[in-house]
């Protein structure tokens, strides 16, 4: 095992206009599972690509351990690789496919049978190792290229969005293994996904990434709860987090953001904005249903919308609302009933807000 650290990674593909990744620096620690996240074409295969020597960096620096591997040949870089189209052999029988990488490195028979029967039993396969490809199911095919990467004994596992061919049932399944076994094995993984959940679920630390750039990388629970962009607010979340925005006013109440005809309370350390605009952004989980009905005042800490869009979904269920003029989601329980176009009162908790400058999209720091 060892730390992965990179160093102002830039590429640029012949005809492109825009890096693939703009100095990209990120440290990864040795026995650390990395997720890096984001959407097609951000550059977190890139980044994983010249991690594995299969690109190499117009600039920057990739270092494995000790050694300084940026433009080190790929066998030389003691990693193993899973890729999302399977890459197993249809000719081989499972244990010989398993077993492929370690005869291309001269390993003893002897060797090479004991690490294929232990990743067999690891990988739940020892019933298969007998069968070719086509005799197995796509969770099945996934697995035996899971099994020929951890034999190799590599520093670092890279693993290119190995579970987006599968379906809905054994994806979920599958990423359960998946996180049981890297967590037994210890090793340093570097795991690409376009996938949220499979992010926040597997990752000890989450790297976001846009066009070319690490925008954000924490843990999994940070990165959900304090998003560091609007980006990362609406890009994590299904659905995404809500934002309204509105001008900061100065009442005699304090500081209160003006949506145009309702208002909500802003935190004393942003009253310094008042007359700019803002942007609240909170979770749909977050937001309270405290009332159903059009009728009476409305407290002063909370907004009312009409009903849109009612949509169960078994564990909950999402509503669509319009808050002068803006749409804000909001997940409910299972058993909440109302008919569209009612008003819901809806209470937005001070500790699920987050305020973010509309010009930067950045969030702001409120103690």
Known sequence: MAEVILRDLAKTYPGGTSRATDEVSLEIGDGEFMVLL?????????????????????????????????????RRRNLSMVFQSYA?????????????????????????????????????????????????????????????????????????????????????????EL???????????????HDQVEALSLGDRVAVMRDGKIVQCGSPTDVYDEPATEFVGGFLGSPPMNFLTGVVADTDDGPRL????????????????????L???????????????????????VLSGELQVLEPLGSSTLLTTEICGQTVKVSAPPTFRAEPGGVLVLRL?????????????????VR
């Not at 003006?258 to 605009?277: K, N, R, T, W």
């Not at 942007?279 to 800490?301: F, N, Q, T, W, Y």
């Open 38 to 74: 984001g959407p097609s074409g951000c550059g977190k295969t890139t980044l994983l690509r010249m991690i594995a020597g299969l690109e190499l960096p117009d600039a920057g620096q990739i270092v494995i351990g000790d050694r300084d591997v940026t433009y080190a040949e790929p």
């Open 179 to 193: 996180k049981k076994l890297v967590e037994q094995l210890g090793t340093t993984t570097v795991y690409v996904t």
């Open 88 to 176: 197993v052999f249809p000719n081989k029988r499972v244990r010989d496919n398993i077993g492929f990488g370690l005869r291309m490195h001269g390993v003893d028979p002897d060797e090479i049978a004991r690490k294929v029967a232990w990743a067999a039993d690891l990988l739940q396969l020892t019933p298969y190792l007998d069968r070719y490809p086509a005799k197995l199911s796509g969770g099945q095919r996934q697995r035996v290229a899971v099994a020929r990467a951890i034999v190799m004994d590599a520093d670092v596992l890279l693993m290119d969005e190995p579970l987006s061919n599968l379906d809905a049932l054994l994806r979920l399944s599958f990423r359960a």
């Open 349 to 365: 908790p001070d500790e699920a807000c987050r305020w973010y400058d509309p010009e930067t999209s950045l969030l702001l720091e």
């Open 279 to 301: 942007k609240l952004g909170v979770r749909p989980e977050a937001v309270d249903v405290i009332g159903v009905g059009g009728s009476g005042e409305v407290p002063a800490d």
């Open 258 to 277: 003006d949506l145009g005809g309702q208002s909500l309370p802003v935190p004393a350390e942003l009253a310094e904005h008042a007359g700019q605009s």
